[in-house]
């Protein structure tokens, strides 16, 4: 059964890399169901309790939540040779029994009572790195393309350990986290294909792609 392992909010702790020497990175397991609130709401969207510190890159409507799969974790578990228990990644959500990677954009899951809608991979960087402490891991992670999905908050809840996570609604198009992932990072030849999700293509990804394909072009 597709369901969630843990819910996982941050704390500030020190980070060489985190805006102010500060990151909210290191995510640990709550105890009790989560509070989830969306755009508009007092305090944001987002899950109550977790911090944020670079919110110039993170948070914020189309990130506001973050989901990793435990398989993946338990992959890099077996390939670095140290435990990675949940919220390790920084993700918000570790999940069991759910495909992240294929995950499609704009596809959408009820997790508990809340509804929550796949927008972007998550795209590494030096807080990351600073956190993990592996030697070139930027393009390690980025590498294995298992990036994990950023959430939005379509209808706000409570989620807890034990949710059933369930695809509500999938779209037509074929864009997934994953290939979204390889167009941004790796492979300029996907980034129309990107735009095939039409409307679900959240817009600072849209305008990401556009501007390289105006760059390849010279246009």
Not at 50 to 66: E, F, K, L, S, W
Not at 75 to 99: I, K, Q
Not at 136 to 152: D, I, K
């Amino acid at each position: 059964m597709a369901q969630l392992v843990s819910v996982n909010l941050g704390k500030l702790r020190p980070n060489a890399a985190g805006v102010g020497g500060l990151s909210g990175i290191d995510k640990r397991p709550a105890a009790g169901p989560v509070a989830v609130s969306a755009p508009g709401e007092p305090g944001g969207a987002g899950l109550a309790g977790d911090r944020i510190v670079d919110t110039g890159h993170h948070g914020g409507p189309d990130q506001a939540v973050y989901a990793y799969a435990v398989e993946d974790l338990r992959a890099w578990s077996a390939e670095l040779g140290r435990p990675l228990p949940p919220g390790c990644f920084g993700e918000n959500l570790t999940t069991e029994g759910v495909d992240v990677t294929g995950a499609r954009i704009g596809e959408r899951w009820r997790v508990g009572d809340t509804l929550l809608q796949v927008t972007l991979a998550r795209i590494p960087c030096a807080t990351f790195a600073t956190w993990l402490g592996e030697q070139q891991w930027v393009r390690r992670f980025a590498e294995r393309g298992a990036p994990g999905a950023y959430l939005r908050v379509l209808e706000p809840g409570e989620l807890a350990a034990g949710d059933p996570v369930t695809v509500v609604h999938r779209p037509a198009h074929e864009v997934t986290i994953g290939s979204s992932f390889r167009a941004l990072m790796f492979d300029a030849d996907l980034l129309p294909h990107v735009l095939t999700a039409g409307d679900d293509v959240p817009d600072a990804i849209r305008r990401r792609v556009l501007r390289r394909l105006r760059a390849a072009t010279g246009a």
